[in-house]
């Protein structure tokens, strides 16, 4: 039972225009968002994260809207640059409980097209 | 600097031979874990520990065994009772709370 799904498992967007990436969870204990991007044979980065206290969360040219009503968060990512191009990964945690642990999403491939 | 350091960065191994991926960290971290990436799937946690000496299982621990002797330290051991050992093996750690740092990653070959 995937708690944190990311139905699109890939996504390609010209270069400059916006890219959103969409996530869905089913846990309504879940109060701790993340955005992570990997690149191949790498670890994950941290990208941005929201608590459940806010709907929008924003830095430089990311920002995480959180849905609560409708358990839904995506990504915006915009202007999308090349260097854009990478696996996303979303993640939940229910911090309020102090559970340490992260449910990840299978992921999205952004291709970012010249 | 402060981070994740993952070695070997390829390894590889016969069937039937247990082998130790290293983790160390120098951020301070209270909290360590291991995940597997296979390709094509997100991450999937094989141990955790929020503690020096206590550890828990995840949701794939089987064939896995791990310790934490040190607060810097958190190797991992593929045994020869895991049925599917090649992966892509990350490393992460955390204070309180969510934010994980992650390991540049070892991935192991078992031919």
């Known amino acids: 039972d995937q708690q944190v799904k990311q139905n699109s498992p890939s996504l390609s967007v010209q270069e400059g225009r916006i890219s959103i990436l969409n996530c869905d969870y089913t846990n309504s204990m879940f109060d701790y968002f993340l955005w992570y991007k990997k690149y191949p044979a790498e670890g994950p980065t941290f990208l941005i994260s929201?608590?459940?206290i806010k709907d929008k969360n924003e830095d430089g040219r990311f920002t995480v809207f959180l849905n609560k009503s409708a358990k839904h968060l995506s990504l915006h990512i915009v202007p999308s640059q090349p260097g854009d191009s990478a696996v996303y990964f979303c993640?939940?945690?229910?911090?309020?409980?102090?559970?340490?642990?992260?449910?990840w999403g299978a992921g999205t491939k952004l291709i970012i097209k010249p | 600097d402060g981070g994740i350091t993952q070695s070997p960065k390829y390894l590889f191994r016969k069937e039937g031979q247990n082998v130790t991926l290293s983790c160390e960290q120098n951020?301070?971290?209270?909290?360590m874990y291991w995940y597997r990436q296979d390709p094509g799937q997100g991450l999937r946690l094989i141990y955790y520990?929020?503690?020096?000496?206590?550890?828990q299982k995840g949701d794939i621990a089987e064939g896995y065994s791990v310790s934490r002797e040190k607060k810097e330290s958190f190797p991992l051991t593929v045994t020869s009772a895991q049925k599917n050992p090649t992966a892509f093996y990350l490393c992460a750690s955390s204070r309180q709370g969510a934010k994980q740092y992650f390991g540049p990653g070892t991935r192991l070959t078992v031919t």
């Open positions: 951020l301070n971290h209270d909290a």
């Open positions: 929201i608590s459940s």
């Open positions: 993640a939940a945690s229910d911090v309020g409980g102090s559970n340490y642990q992260l449910i």
């Open positions: 520990s929020q503690i020096v000496n206590d550890f």
